[in-house]
């Protein structure tokens, strides 16, 4: 029995954790082994072939298949069962009420067709023996019926040996006919059962596999946060250096307007080049006010085409290009006027030294005339910081509603994600809410199907009655006939009428029970027909996810194309930071928000494009996006 327990009786043999006996078992003996065997969790197979049990022995055994739950295999050869019938009746009613047992061995028991038909009884309701041997017992054409019209109700025996009981062979035929009825049945079911185990196996694998996909999307996307978390930084650490460089020139600037202040000092003994002075001075104030209203109209520009920014960035690029080269040009400009005035300066130092011994003189008035050109230098130098930081509050104030409107934007982008949630939670929903419609019909066709065996089986079970009632009375009739032969003749001829009218009747019932065959027959083609729509229902579930499959990884090759597409306008847009960055302080928190801006417009893109890839199993965003 390899792994499973044993117990082996027959002839005064046990194994598996049993001692060897070597006596021989009385009925008192026999009952308190069966009895002991009745809580027995662990023998597996028992055999007890050649120990003459009798009555005891099989009442014993009737109450042994009742309680115990571990025996698949019962050999009972050569025990003469069959003799007494009570004690037969009752091991009957045990394997009736048995679900354990697989494989029984009833050989040389003396079973007549009457133990025959309790044990067709017993196998109507029992519903896990396969192997059942009744060779060289006394069943007969009767037994042989009853055990045939058992099969048309019992689905689980496979294998039955009648070998040397005297059946005929058109019910030999029948028993193996329906035999491989039952076989066919267990294969289409086993395979039903195993193509239903597949598809479920299936659905999980890419179940998981679209978590995966999801998974590495996640992950993705979290690496470009990293990167331009890291290409911001860079960014900064390049505004700082930018700002160094830009500190470095405003001392310059002031080193040189403290060399302005000495050259003032040293001028103010000549008039004449004071005046030349004042006029140099006055055509600076001149271009500086000409620069300034080319910056006003410039940042006026500029706010006009951020208002055009929002559905054109190429474009927008393009005339920053355009204006960041009218920049470079005009600053080259200015520092070939600041080395102009550097030579002129050189030159009046030179001038000064060869003539300050001759305006020493002149100092006292030419001093008082340098306080008031000073007064109204310092006076239009304020006049121009304020204009300065007037448009700093204008660009900070315009700066502030663009920040307001992006807020209305992130809102707006919020509220569709959790549309789209809801959608996605709503769909996920509907196929839980399918997929339990399915089991459920599933479920109640399997019970319909039962419930109507079960309704079928009772009414073939009174129907058999109803023959065992009247093939007793059939019997009796024939004894009384046999004993009274002599007396009554003509009582013999009616009762033989009688006995083809009930022949005719077993006929009839007979038909009726083929015709129920076909019933049930047909009951089970449209069974598998529904499988096989089951089974076509699930393959096109699975062709629908391979096309979700294919849909994700286009949507995931869009990504890739967008992340690119980014990535080349962020740097596009650090050299144009850089380059204002590097000529004019105005324009270094403008850049610096419309680089945080086109980071969120990238964030939002990015959280749309994944709602919309968990929303893409139903197809039913591809508009919105």
């Not at 120990?51 to 042994?64: D, F, I």
Request: include cysteine; hydrophobic fraction near 35%; proline fraction near 0%.
């Amino acid at each position: 029995m390899g792994s499973r327990a044993c117990l082996d009786l027959g002839f005064f043999r046990a194994d598996f954790f049993f001692f060897f006996f070597f006596f021989f078992f009385f009925s008192s003996g026999v009952r308190l082994l069966l009895h002991g065997l009745c809580s027995n969790t662990t023998v597996k197979s028992l055999d007890l072939k050649g120990n003459n049990l009798r009555s005891v022995g099989a009442e014993a055994l009737g109450k042994l298949l009742r309680q115990n739950k571990s025996i698949r295999s019962l050999t009972l050869e050569w025990n003469s069962l069959g003799l007494w019938e009570e004690g037969f009746s009752f091991f009957c009613q045990g394997l009736r009420a048995n679900n354990v047992l697989q494989r029984l061995d009833l050989r040389n028991n003396q079973i007549n067709h009457q133990g025959a038909g309790e044990l067709a009884m017993a196998l109507t309701h029992n519903t896990s023996l396969q192997e059942l041997d009744l060779r060289w017992n006394n069943i007969g054409l009767l037994g042989g019926r009853a055990l045939v019209n058992c099969l048309h109700s019992n689905k689980t025996l496979k294998r039955l040996e009648l070998a040397g009981n005297n059946v005929p062979g058109d019910i030999l035929k029948a028993v193996e006919q329906a035999l491989d009825h039952n076989q066919d049945r267990d294969v289409i079911l086993s395979e039903a059962q195993n193509k239903v185990n597949i598809l479920s196996k299936e659905v999980l694998s890419l179940k998981d596999e679209k978590n995966k996909q999801f998974m590495d999307f996640v992950d993705t996307v979290d690496k470009q946060k990293e990167e331009r978390a890291r290409s911001e930084k860079m960014s900064a650490a390049r505004v700082s250096q930018l700002q160094e460089a830009l500190d470095e020139q405003y001392s310059i600037m002031n080193s040189l307007k403290t060399k302005l202040q000495m050259t003032e000092a040293a001028l103010a003994l000549s008039e004449q080049k004071v005046r030349n002075l004042g006029e140099l001075l006055n055509a600076m104030k001149q271009e500086q006010n000409c620069v300034a209203e080319c910056h006003i109209r410039e940042l006026q520009q500029q706010k006009q085409e951020g208002a055009d920014r929002e559905g054109k960035l190429l474009h927008d690029l393009s005339a920053a290009s355009e204006k960041n080269l009218l920049l470079r040009n005009q600053v080259d400009e200015l520092e070939r006027k600041c080395k102009v005035q550097q030579d002129q300066l050189f030159q009046v130092k030179q001038d000064l030294t060869s003539t300050t011994a001759e305006l020493k003189l002149r100092a006292v008035e030419a001093e008082e005339r340098l306080e008031m050109e000073k007064r109204r230098y310092k006076q239009s130098l304020e006049d121009v910081e304020s204009l300065r930081i007037k448009e700093v509050g204008r660009l900070t104030q315009q700066m502030e509603a663009s920040e307001r409107s992006m807020h209305n934007r992130i809102q707006s982008l919020e509220a569709i994600r959790i549309s789209l949630e809801e959608e996605l939670s709503q769909v996920k929903a509907a196929a839980l809410t399918e997929r339990g419609q399915a089991e459920e019909e599933l479920i109640k066709v399997r019970s319909q199907a039962r419930l109507e065996e079960q309704q079928r089986l009772e009414h073939l079970e009174e129907k058999l009655r109803l023959m065992t009632e009247s093939r007793d009375e059939a019997q009796n009739c024939c004894l009384k006939q046999k004993e009274m032969v002599a007396e009554a003749q003509a009582k013999a001829k009616q009762l033989s009428l009688y006995a083809d009218g009930l022949k005719r009747r077993l006929d009839e019932l007979q038909q009726d029970l083929d015709s129920k065959e076909e019933e049930k027959v047909t009951e089970l083609n449209k069974v598998k027909l529904e499988l096989q729509e089951q089974i076509g229902h699930l393959e096109a579930e699975r062709t629908a996810q391979d096309g979700l499959r294919e849909k994700i990884a286009a949507l995931e090759r869009q990504l890739k194309a967008l992340s690119s597409n980014h990535r080349e306008a962020l740097l596009d847009k650090e050299g144009e930071i850089s380059l204002l960055l590097e000529k004019l302080r105005m324009k270094e928190a403008e850049i610096s928000r419309m680089r945080e801006e086109e980071a969120q417009r990238a964030s939002f893109l990015q959280n749309a494009i994944m709602a919309y890839v968990q929303g893409s199993p139903l197809g039913t965003h591809s508009s919105r996006k």
